[in-house]
């Protein structure tokens, strides 16, 4: 099924239907539902509605077992390359010439026994 095309209220009810083909599914009731996830049986009926706070949803979804497939759903995005670097911070390229120089020319006390 297409659903990009769904208006947000469609594509609501559509998720709410989902919901309840999955409790469904697992042949347990909305009064089981509701204990399980530790919400109301009226909030059960309205997510199977597709009126349901975000965090009831995903208390329903945790209790049926199924939140793994939120990452099908909405995946995790990845950093580009220019964000990776944004938080990379600045970086050393080089040391600097100054300390360098020291250890070359010797100004440096000589401490080492051999």
Not at 6 to 21: D, V
Not at 24 to 42: D, H, K, M, P, Y
Not at 63 to 76: C, I, P, R, S, T
Request: hydrophobic letters at 40%.
């Amino acid at each position: 099924m297409q659903l990009d095309h769904l208006t947000p209220a469609a594509l609501s009810a559509e998720l709410g239907e989902r919901l309840k083909q999955t409790r469904l599914n697992v042949n347990i009731t909305q009064a089981e539902l509701a204990q399980r996830a530790g919400v109301s049986r009226n909030i059960v009926m309205n997510a199977e509605k597709g009126q349901a706070q975000l965090e009831n949803f995903v208390a329903l979804l945790l209790a049926l077992g199924v939140a793994h497939q939120l990452d099908n759903f909405l995946a995790k995005p990845q950093l580009s390359p220019l964000q990776l670097r944004k938080l990379q911070g600045k970086q050393r390229e080089r040391a600097t010439g100054s300390r360098v120089e020291e250890v070359k020319g010797g100004s440096q006390k000589d401490t080492d026994p051999w």
